[in-house]
């Protein structure tokens, strides 16, 4: 897989910038995309840098607004509404796939796993806003194209999740058409 044409790259996205994302890929076919509403975990992107971050890599910071009518709080639980704890975890594999097409690399994404993921708090419809942070420990751009990062959500500014060794690969359709994932 080739990679794409990186300059010059957006450091934020907002909501409409991300569907199309979703619709077409970043770059157009062939690049990643990110999944539409209401699978898309996030409305912006604040901040996406190939530099920084905890691990030196880069960073991703993206948000998403709480309200009460949000689809998951209808039925994740009938009387007791939270958001699902893979919703957000979704979401941090979202932007780490996200960040390896925005870095120049071709090819559809998935997740591949996760190291240690840790829950200590709960979205409820209460919440005004979740931001995500994800700080990149290793985008391999090669044969295998793979991206690692650590994230934290957070609720209103608590810290609530922890995922550390998250896992996305980018796929040729061939390599998904095969099973070499």
């Known amino acids: 897989m080739s990679d794409i044409a ?3 790259r957006p450091n934020s996205f907002d909501k409409q910038a991300l569907i199309d994302c979703g ?4 770059a157009g076919p062939g690049t990643a995309q990110l999944p539409v509403p ?5 409305d912006r992107i604040t901040s996406i840098t190939d530099t920084g971050g905890k691990h030196g890599k880069g960073q991703v910071i993206a948000e ?3 309200t009460d009518d949000l689809w998951f709080f209808e039925c994740h639980f009938p009387g007791d ?4 704890g893979c919703l957000g975890l979704d979401a941090m594999w979202q932007l780490v796939g996200f960040f390896m097409t925005w870095g120049g690399s071709m090819g559809h994404g998935r997740a591949l796993g996760a190291g240690q993921i840790k829950f200590t708090g709960q979205v409820k419809p209460e919440v005004s806003i979740v931001r995500y942070e994800i700080d990149i420990r ?3 751009r090669g044969k295998l194209v793979l991206g690692i990062g650590d994230g934290t959500m957070f609720a209103d500014d608590r810290p609530i999740y922890e995922a ?3 896992r996305v690969g980018l796929f040729s359709q ?3 058409n095969s099973g070499a994932m």
């Open 6 to 8: 990186v300059t010059p």
């Open 23 to 26: 619709m077409n890929g970043y």
């Open 38 to 42: 209401p699978m898309l975990m996030f």
């Open 64 to 66: 998403l607004d709480i």
């Open 81 to 84: 509404p939270v958001m699902p």
């Open 138 to 140: 290793r985008a391999m």
């Open 164 to 166: 550390n060794d998250l």
């Open 174 to 176: 061939d390599q998904l």
